[in-house]
């Protein structure tokens, strides 16, 4: 089993910055890739960002430029900075773990509200 424990969110106004943070721990040599993704009430969750161990690194197309995310192996930890916060970023965020090959292999943080006003 893998633990996640996120911890960053809040309420900001449009235009400011927000980062995520996301320590793994327990059995971390079953996991290769680690992101986030978020969901507002009523809709799917989809994904924000997400890094591999080999630091490659995927985006939502509508989040380039804005987000960016980076991870330190040495403290299992992968943050989500967040810039230019627009009202509609607003959503709970999710910490995600997995492995590449193993795509049933999914563990989950217990997620972070993010509110941006306007």
């Known amino acids: 089993q893998v633990q996640l424990v996120e911890s960053g969110g809040g309420l900001v106004q449009a235009g400011e910055s927000l980062r995520l943070s996301c320590a793994a721990s327990?059995?971390?040599?079953?996991?290769?890739?680690m992101g986030w993704y978020r969901q507002v009430p009523g809709k799917q969750r989809d994904l924000v960002a997400e890094i591999t161990g080999g630091d490659s690194t995927t985006y939502a197309n509508s989040l380039k430029g804005r987000f960016t995310i980076s991870r330190d192996n040495a403290k299992m930890t992968v943050y989500l900075q967040m810039n230019s916060l627009k009202p509609e970023d607003t959503a709970v965020y999710y910490c995600h773990a997995g492995h590449v090959w193993y795509p049933g292999r999914n563990y989950w943080g217990q997620g972070t509200q993010v509110t941006v006003s306007s």
């Open positions: 327990g059995n971390i040599n079953s996991i290769n890739v």
